[in-house]
């Protein structure tokens, strides 16, 4: 087990047997480093309802139902969390189910909404804990087990591009 400290340059994902997070950053030292996580699954809210919920258990897709409340406007509402299996099939178990009830937070992507639920951004600083393995091309790489923001100063770059 590690603990590695790293300052947030890029997250992407990308679908293995199932969908990876893949943050890339520098530690304190300018090494690269990439983290993993391979636990995080992507998901989508709908209003709770027992036709909605038919059309779920029958759905291939759909990897677990979760019974929670979120706030929509001024009040708690009865949601249900609907765990995927793969990112690019959260629009598809939408629309399997958008016919018979309300549905929210569908589009926001894989990796943003992995950041959201983390707290942190670009730039930012984590300290991820998990196991090293090898990922060539990288001076260190770690399996996480656990992410959290902590502070920290942007690191000097050699290079930096902006993509308009």
Do not use: Q
């Not at 809210?45 to 759909?62: D, G, Q, R, S």
């Not at 178990?93 to 951004?121: L, W």
Request: net charge positive.
């Amino acid at each position: 087990m590690t603990n590695t400290k790293l300052c947030v340059l890029d997250v992407d994902y990308v679908v293995e047997e199932g969908p990876v997070i893949r943050i890339f950053g520098v530690d304190e030292n300018g090494n690269s480093v990439i983290a993993i996580d391979k636990n995080f699954r992507p998901y989508l809210y709908a209003i709770a309802n027992k036709k909605t919920k038919e059309l779920l258990k029958k759905n291939k897709m759909v990897t677990g139902i979760e019974r929670t409340k979120r706030r929509l406007g001024i009040k708690d509402v009865s949601v249900m969390k609907i765990f995927v299996d793969t990112p690019p099939n959260v629009p598809s178990v939408r629309d399997a189910i958008k016919m018979h009830t309300d549905c929210y937070e569908y589009s926001i992507n894989f990796y943003k909404r992995y950041m959201i639920d983390k707290g942190f951004y670009t730039l930012d600083w984590v300290e991820v804990e998990g196991n090293g393995i090898t990922f060539s091309g990288f001076d260190m790489c770690v399996e996480i087990t656990k992410v959290k923001r902590i502070s920290g100063r942007t690191p000097k770059f050699k290079v930096l591009a902006f993509d308009l």
